[in-house]
């Protein structure tokens, strides 16, 4: 019992050093890339192959993936949901990469940066601009 009170405090004072964060990941909906001859199906280029609607791919080199998806307009169209870390987190002296902990080479989202912060200390990230929705994009069009 004495033991386990030792390692209980030991594990609160190291908790309670250091805290450990992983950046929030993103997601968004882009245009997908389609080849002439491979009507309905998404181009992963980081790849060099085509991939089927639903089917997803590693982004590698890069930390992220993609999946292949049909939108559902009409007529539908073919997007990639491309999910990967985003923006670096806003420079912090409190906080810094884990590099011993950060695994560049692991299949999304473990590639991901990992960031230690001193007790107290909160990433914070940039803010990233959203595009108008598309009722509002029309309405900004110059007329002729």
Do not use: H
């Not at 033991?3 to 909906?29: G, N, Q, S």
């Not at 993936?65 to 987190?89: A, F, H, K, M, N």
Request: aromatic residues 8%; negative net charge.
């Amino acid at each position: 019992m004495k033991y386990l009170i030792v390692l209980a405090v030991f594990a609160l004072a190291f908790a309670a050093e250091e805290k450990e964060e992983r950046p929030k990941t993103f997601r968004r909906l882009i245009p997908a890339d389609v080849l002439r001859d491979f009507p309905g199906m998404c181009f992963a280029s980081t790849r060099c192959i085509t991939v089927e609607p639903g089917n997803t791919w590693e982004l590698s080199p890069f930390c992220g993936r993609s999946t292949c998806v049909v939108s559902e307009d009409q007529p539908p169209r073919l997007l990639e949901l491309v999910e990967d870390c985003g923006p670096l987190p806003l420079t912090n002296p409190k906080c810094q990469l884990d590099t011993e902990k950060t695994n560049k080479t692991a299949p999304f989202p473990g590639c991901c940066p990992i960031f230690t912060c001193e007790e107290g200390a909160k990433l914070e990230y940039p803010e990233l601009p959203t595009p108008p929705p598309e009722d509002k994009k029309a309405e900004e069009k110059p007329k002729a």
